[in-house]
């Protein structure tokens, strides 16, 4: 069974940095692409930054110049490095990846981690 796991959240206070990790794992023929979403109170789950095999990435406007989105496809894991927080990053964040089983594939979502910034 595929399953999605994420560490790195935490509180920290604005203009710092967190580093968000998220690792597959289970029958695993690919993934593409990987990426990271967020979900603030009371409002939708929105993208963050993905990144495709290609090497393609796509990142949120809000985000662009202070988040920065790599993988290591050897451990099918996914990494979010985020610097100059601020409040407005707030959020829960979700893991994404789209799975190739081999007879099917699907998107999975990892279990989420808070981000908080604050002073």
């Known amino acids: 069974q595929v399953r999605l796991v994420e560490s790195g959240g935490g509180l920290v206070q604005p203009g710092g940095s967190l580093r968000l990790s998220c690792a597959a794992s289970g029958s695993i023929v690919g993934i593409d692409p990987m990426g990271w979403y967020r979900q603030a109170p009371g409002k939708e789950r929105d993208l963050v930054a993905t990144?495709?095999?290609?090497?393609?990435?796509n990142y949120a406007d809000s985000v662009k110049g202070r988040f920065t989105i790599s993988r290591d496809y050897s451990k099918n894991s996914v990494y979010l490095q985020m610097n100059s927080l601020k409040p407005e990053d707030t959020a829960v964040y979700y893991c994404y990846a789209y799975i190739y089983e081999g007879w099917r594939s699907g998107g999975y979502w990892g279990q989420g981690t808070q981000v908080t910034v604050s002073s």
């Open positions: 990144l495709t095999n290609g090497g393609i990435t």
